[in-house]
């Protein structure tokens, strides 16, 4: 009674779905299609993907791109998990301000502005500019959405089932490992996912940050699309597509299962 | 006692240490950086500027001072190009965000509004393409927004239109690709406000005489602001510096800041003309970023 | 404008409603009549359906059968915003993005009152509830009982017909509870706004309402006044839910001249007479504890029929009263709450005194078993 119709929030929710997925359907629809041209359906056919597979570049990015995506989502989670405990259990501290503002900032900066900063840091420290300054430039973004989802899990952690344990005489580090890690456990996974993602999507931070050697994904995907529309690159979206559906399966098995 | 408190006082000097000193030397001192190398001479070299601070040789520091200069923001003032950049970038994200919010809203408060069960598949749902490749999805709407793309070609085969219309390498391609890559940011903080609001406010203002649509309008709308703002910041500030969208959908005349750096960047090679304009850029969003911090502050736990 | 014109009938009127939700069926068949000008309670365990009900009569819930008439007609599919009720809700529901007088008046603006009127109508409300001053001030300014002086206020506003209160005490602690119960009595009283409230403390419902329903998963156990219910239960349920009670299981051994003799654990008794259960009959002889009279053993023989042999087994002390627990002769436990009212101060009877133990013929109620 109080709420919108179910009328209305169907239809609403039917448009919104519909314009939030067409763009994918359409790219999976054409992976598929046997002429080169997007606008002519040409038959099935799974040429594209056989051409990804024997492209040797696109999957060399592609292992670098994990390669950097999983190293600098091992580096943020740790971090961001440790700023999270820093920010919702340390209470006031001596520059607790210029903390937060730094972990927030990076969620929102153009992206533009924050590679030209690392690249700047990079060359005046004469770091050699390769696979490991994209994975630290990787790392420091990541950091914030880890930072921001466990410490929103946090929040809700009672205290005070810290401080009963070590009322039963363990030492802090044992208290929190035992009482709050486990229930930080899930948001800690969020996180890390969250963090891979962000890393394996990201062109502009790896752009000015990669060195010889160490061309990503999207940076190759992205060079591609300028040169002309190629079809492979349908396929190659597909592939993530149902990559990044199965890990949200998997994900949202493993939530059921530990809620039942 | 004494040594446990000591061991204690080290572990959690050592968990805020490690976050906090990598944001500082990767993070902050990095736009000091930008800001230094604005102000430096652009040479042919590699890295194409006269640094100032070298390692080896500290004290030359203070005798180079004098070779700080503001030649690259003159150098901006007297680019129409970047001028154009500038105000094409703000009209742009400005329109983007408004566009993005008339659309989120409806959609993250049908959600807000479903049964318990299915909001959260719904809300995955909803913030799955963000999980996808954001090269894929922006690169799908040059297929749709072609001239000979699939929208044209419907329109046509419909018979509803006889000459393509022509949205693609325009702004207004640029504002699609924009609130379509950014509508997750969107509904997110969207839902959590509507979601957040006490059933009970509703049931009261219908209980006090207030149809379905003077609800919302004095209770839902309202009290959904601090969503809405938080929504808005998180479009508007990184799309004035977007560069994909406008790289791939834009045209010669969508000229957006983001693009324009980046070529003087990677194509002609002047670190201090784009360092300048970055400096530019954080300056013209001071104001918004400053909302932004101060609005997430506002939303910490007070000890 | 103000209460509804007294029309024949009943103010409102529920008939065989039902709601389930789920597998659960919150309320089981209910049919009503409340009186314009009542204080009704609805008074019950959390879970019997009190709440249900009283949100089915606000409209928040449509029932799935059954119908309900407010002054009269079948409200039962309209919606809420347009009906002659107004609640008063559990945790206030204050507008947190609204001053006080900017709460108050929120009825008032979907009534399209003007601006002046709405000033003195919120001006008068404040004044019913002892809260003047205040308008300015924002619901995170105030202390729970200011809070909920402004929710009463709030829902008072447009002068309903029929006022809905849903656990109107139960955020505020004991003592202001009582107080509050007895202002809003008398503010009901002056009003003559039919009041229906919900709550689980029988206390409270004794002293708010004329009349009250005790509530156990959604049907009535009993519908009466608070003196009927607490006096004269017609069940067991409604006898232990009302404060403590001795229960004694018994048979009816017959009827004489206006009284009835039955055979208890405690031993036999003369009661009042209570026709309806024949000779030979299993019953549940119910005695409060304060009907019951404690004396030393050695003490003057009374007047009462009843008489029975014990020893203190238990005393706790309360301030104005205290309690005992005393084992009888037959074996029984029963308990009997004393006023300290005199110098006696319960010395006489101490832990493990021989006592006898005295009761009146109408002092209890024979009940089905």
Not at chain 1, 69 to 82: K, N, Q, Y
Not at chain 3, 11 to 34: M, P, T
Not at chain 3, 75 to 103: D, G
Not at chain 3, 332 to 342: A, F, G, K, M
Request: aromatic share 8%.
């Amino acid at each position: 009674m109080i709420r919108p119709s179910l009328g209305l929030r169907s239809a609403t929710l039917a448009l919104g779905f519909g314009f939030l997925y067409l763009p994918i359907v359409l790219v999976i629809f054409f992976s598929f299609n046997a002429s080169r041209l997007v606008t002519v359906w040409g038959g099935f056919s799974t040429q594209w993907y056989r051409a990804l597979f024997a492209d040797r570049q696109l999957v060399d990015s592609a292992m670098i791109s994990l390669k950097v995506a999983f190293a600098s989502g091992l580096v943020a989670t740790i971090l961001g998990t440790c700023a999270a405990v820093a920010l919702v259990r340390f209470g006031r501290f001596y520059g607790r301000t210029l903390f937060a503002a730094l972990i927030y900032a990076p969620l929102v900066m153009p992206e533009v502005i924050t590679g030209l900063a690392l690249l700047l840091m990079f060359v005046s420290l004469g770091f050699e500019r390769g696979l490991w300054t994209v994975v630290i430039a990787h790392a420091t973004v990541g950091l914030c959405y880890v930072a921001l989802i466990v410490r929103a899990r946090l929040i809700d952690c009672d205290p005070a089932l810290e401080e009963a344990a070590s009322d039963l005489g363990a030492p802090p580090l044992r208290a929190f490992a035992a009482v709050t890690l486990p229930m930080l456990l899930p948001a800690i996974a969020a996180g890390f996912m969250l963090s891979v993602t962000v890393s394996l999507d990201d062109l502009i931070v790896a752009s000015f940050t990669t060195g010889p050697g160490a061309t990503t994904l999207p940076m190759r995907i992205y060079s591609a699309v300028r040169l002309g529309v190629t079809p492979e690159i349908n396929a190659m979206s597909t592939l993530l597509l149902g990559a990044v559906a199965l890990g949200l399966c998997l994900a949202g098995i493993g939530l059921k299962r530990q809620r039942g | 006692m004494r040594r446990g408190q000591g061991v204690r006082r080290v572990g959690r000097g050592l968990v805020l240490a490690l976050p906090f000193t990598w944001l500082i030397l990767f993070y902050l001192v990095p736009f000091a950086l930008v800001a230094k190398v604005s102000l430096s001479q652009s040479v042919l070299a590699q890295p194409p500027y006269r640094p100032l601070f070298d390692w080896h040789d500290p004290a030359g520091f203070i005798s180079k001072l004098h070779q700080l200069t503001l030649d690259a923001y003159v150098g901006l003032t007297q680019d129409s190009l970047y001028l154009q950049s500038y105000v094409n970038s703000l009209l742009i994200a400005a329109l983007s965000t408004l566009l993005t919010l008339l659309i989120a809203y409806p959609f993250a408060l049908a959600i807000a509004r479903s049964p318990r069960r299915w909001r959260i598949p719904l809300l995955l749902l909803a913030i799955a393409p963000f999980w996808t490749s954001f090269l894929i999805r922006v690169y799908a709407w040059i297929l749709l927004l072609k001239d000979e793309g699939l929208i044209n070609n419907a329109l046509i085969a419909l018979g509803i239109l006889h000459e393509p219309l022509h949205i693609f390498a325009t702004n207004t391609a640029v504002v699609i690709g924009i609130v379509y890559s950014y509508l997750p940011f969107m509904i997110l903080p969207l839902y959590v406000a509507l979601d957040r609001q006490d059933k009970a406010l509703l049931e009261a203002a219908a209980d006090l005489g207030a149809p379905p649509l003077s609800v919302f309008r004095r209770v839902t709308l309202p009290l959904s602001l601090p969503g809405v703002i938080a929504g808005c910041l998180m479009v508007f500030i990184p799309a004035v510096g977007e560069f994909v969208v406008p790289d791939l959908l834009g045209g010669s005349e969508t000229l957006m800041i983001g693009s324009t750096l980046w070529n003087d960047f990677f194509a002609n090679r002047d670190w201090p003309t784009a360092s300048a304009a970055a400096i530019v850029l954080l300056v013209l969003l001071i104001g918004p970023l400053a909302v932004y911090e101060h609005h997430q502050m506002q939303s910490e736990p007070r000890r | 404008m103000g209460p509804a014109e007294a029309d024949a009938g009943p103010i409102v009127r529920i008939e065989g409603l039902c709601k389930s939700f789920g597998a659960v069926r919150a309320v089981d068949d209910l049919s009503l009549a409340i009186e314009q000008g009542e204080f009704f309670a609805l008074l019950g365990p959390s879970g019997c359906g009190k709440t249900s009900l009283l949100r089915m009569i606000a409209g928040f819930d449509t029932p799935d059968q059954g119908r309900i008439f407010i002054g009269g007609k079948d409200m039962t599919e309209v919606p809420p915003h347009r009906r002659p009720v107004n609640m008063m809700f559990q945790s206030y529901a204050l507008f947190p993005h609204m001053t006080v007088a900017q709460n108050i008046g929120f009825g008032l603006v979907q009534q399209r009152m003007s601006k002046p009127d709405i000033a003195v109508r919120v001006g008068e409300m404040l004044r019913l509830v002892q809260l003047e001053g205040l308008e300015r001030r924002r619901p995170d300014q105030l202390s729970g009982g200011q809070k909920q002086r402004v929710a009463l206020a709030r829902a008072l506003a447009r002068r309903p017909s029929i006022l809905l209160l849903d656990e109107p005490m139960a955020a505020l602690d004991k003592n202001l509870r009582e107080e509050t119960q007895m202002e809003l009595a008398a503010l009901q009283r002056r009003l003559k706004t039919t009041f229906i409230v919900v709550t689980h403390d029988q206390r409270e419902a004794m002293v708010l309402s004329q009349r009250m329903a005790i509530m156990r998963d959604g049907r009535f156990e009993q519908i009466g006044t608070p003196a009927d219910i607490y006096e004269r239960p017609t069940n067991r349920y409604v006898a232990e839910f009302m404060g403590d009670i001795n229960l004694l299981k018994g048979r009816v051994l017959g009827h004489e001249n206006g009284t009835s003799k039955i055979a208890t654990e405690a031993g036999p008794a003369s009661v009042a007479a209570s026709r309806d259960y024949a000779a030979g009959t299993e019953i549940l002889f119910a005695l409060r504890p304060e009907r019951i009279r404690v004396n030393p053993a050695r003490s003057a023989a009374s007047n009462d029929p009843n008489v029975f042999a014990g020893r203190i087994s238990g005393r706790s002390y309360r301030g104005e009263t205290t309690l005992f627990e005393i084992e009888l002769a037959s074996g029984t436990n029963i308990r009997s709450l004393r006023q300290n009212d005199d110098q006696r101060t319960a010395n006489d009877v101490d832990l493990g005194a021989e006592v006898s133990v005295q009761f009146s013929a109408d002092a209890g109620i024979v009940l089905p078993l």
